[in-house]
């Protein structure tokens, strides 16, 4: 049977996921189609699933991952714990049930830059995906603080506190923010590069461009660094096992 799948966020035409999946049908001889589902407001969604006959999956994005969750049937509990969801998986009963593979990805990718020095991190961001980031490092035993505009509950920093000693004491840090994807390719967050140095490795979950400005000062410096290609794939190869699960 043919099924449908796709991606549901806001202005997505540069979706790697629909690339990926296209292809992969393709190679696998699959008669399957994967369609950006590009919407203004989170209530089209269920629009979207009524009238799109045989959808059995799709993947969300930017910035949907939070808002979607009381949209959907049920939540997996990594997703519940997470607070975020990546995934949703339509069963045979028209059910929606919710997932995070951003978390396994991100895990996964970024395992083989990990150095003894590699304590504690900076999480720019506070958005949905830098929830799946902090819930990642959790379970690498990865101490990490948030980086937001502006102090509050959850962001410990602002960019404008960050200072000498916060940049050593962090290792490790991962830009969550759309800052420095294309076309957009000459900003990058406002964190003082001066402080980075060979002990450092910078993440950074934008895959298109390859090397953002955040990415390339850091290797500048003589940090680490890895971007968010490998992430993606590997959370899409999860999406791929969960949507086939019986």
């Known amino acids: ?27 696998e001889g699959l008669k399957h189609s994967y369609d950006n589902f590009d919407i203004n407001t989170i209530n089209a969604f269920l629009d979207i699933v ?46 929606l049930k919710g997932y995070n593979t951003d978390y396994y990805g991100f895990k996964t990718s970024i395992q083989p830059y990990l150095k003894p020095q590699h304590k504690r991190a900076l999480i720019l961001g506070t958005g ?9 490092l959790t379970q690498l035993n990865i101490d990490f603080s948030y980086v ?19 940049i050593l004491a962090h290792q490790i840090i991962i830009n969550c923010t759309p800052l420095g994807t294309h ?17 450092h490795l910078l993440y950074d979950l934008i895959y298109n461009p390859k090397d953002t400005k955040f990415l390339q000062i850091g ?23 969960i949507w086939n699960k019986v």
């Open 148 to 166: 937001s505009r502006h102090k509050n509950s959850k962001a410990k920093y602002s960019y404008n506190t960050l200072t000498k000693d916060t």
């Open 183 to 199: 076309p957009n390719i000459n900003n990058a967050p406002d964190i003082p590069y001066i402080h980075i140095n060979a002990s």
């Open 128 to 136: 949905g995906a830098s929830k799946a980031v902090a819930y990642a």
């Open 50 to 95: 009524k009238d799109t006959p045989n959808l059995k999956g799709v993947n969300v994005t930017i910035p949907y991952k939070e808002a979607i969750i009381p949209l959907l049937d049920t939540l997996h509990k990594t997703a519940k714990k997470i607070g975020a969801v990546n995934t949703i998986k339509i069963t045979k009963k028209g059910k």
């Open 219 to 241: 290797e500048a410096r003589g940090a680490a660094i890895c971007n968010g290609t490998k992430m993606l794939m590997l959370q899409a190869e999860k999406s791929w096992a």
């Open 1 to 27: 049977m043919r099924f449908k799948f796709g991606l549901v966020g806001k202005n997505i035409d540069y979706s790697f996921s629909r690339t990926y999946f296209s292809k992969k049908f393709k190679a």
